[in-house]
């Protein structure tokens, strides 16, 4: 199974999939590296791995419509059977939903359908739950529609909100875990423990 990563900055996900398809705990292989961002460190992990990168944005491509065509044909390029989305801050078009439907996953550092939604990412969500005296926290991989955070859940890990937690005691806790969820979650796609639709 060929993955593509889309991620917009640091990517601390991407390189635990990196690390996991490495070290051989994920049996997927890591195939490209897509960012809105050509500053990203993500693309520099990618390139340290040995994995190809692009960087596609309005930079590159001004037309909304034609971006999202060389989106998807940079993925079929590639041969990519599955897109993770990990930290990416773009919406992706029509045309890639439409050709990956049922085969682009996303993570989220919440229990969906909580505190999820446009402008829920990062700190931003860790602050919602303790601001709402939240006992549990976690993360959700999820399928990707047309909407934020909407498409079905795929698998969730659910992690303890202590009442020592800041934001980022939380945080780092609740990432440590959506890694782990994502890899564990690769690899039944992978294995086909989790179907794909036909293509």
Same mark, same amino acid.
């Given at each position: 199974m060929n993955i593509a990563i889309f991620a917009s900055h640091?990517?601390? %996900?991407?390189? =635990?999939?990196?690390? =996991?398809?490495?070290?051989? @705990?994920?049996? =997927?292989?890591?195939?490209?590296?897509?960012?809105?961002?050509s500053?990203? @460190?993500a693309l520099n992990r990618a390139k340290r791995?040995?994995?190809? %990168?692009?960087?596609l944005s309005s930079l590159t491509h001004a037309n909304q419509g034609e971006l999202d065509a060389e989106i998807v044909r940079t993925l079929s390029e590639h041969a990519i059977d599955v897109v993770v989305l990990a930290g990416y801050m773009k919406k992706l078009g029509p045309q890639v939903i439409r050709a990956y439907a049922?085969?682009?996953?996303?993570?989220?550092? =919440?229990?969906?359908?909580?505190?999820?939604?446009?402008?829920?990412?990062? !700190?931003?969500v860790h602050a919602a739950v303790l601001v709402a005296n939240e006992a549990e926290s976690g993360a959700t991989v999820h399928w990707v529609d047309e909407e934020y955070d909407r498409g079905g859940v795929i698998?969730?890990?659910?992690?303890?909100?202590? /009442?020592? !937690?800041?934001? /980022? /005691?939380?945080?780092?806790?609740v990432q440590a875990a959506e890694k782990q969820l994502l890899v564990r979650t690769l690899n039944q796609l992978a294995q086909g423990e989790i179907e794909l639709p036909r293509r």
């Open positions: 640091f990517g601390s %996900t991407l390189q =635990a999939i990196l690390d =996991a398809a490495k070290s051989g @705990e994920l049996r =997927a292989t890591p195939r490209l590296v897509i960012s809105n961002n500053a990203s @460190e791995a040995g994995v190809a %990168t692009r960087h049922g085969r682009i996953l996303n993570t989220h550092p =919440a229990l969906l359908p909580k505190f999820g939604g446009q402008g829920m990412y990062g !700190d931003r698998a969730q890990v659910r992690v303890p909100v202590l /009442a020592s !937690d800041d934001v /980022a /005691a939380l945080g780092k806790r």
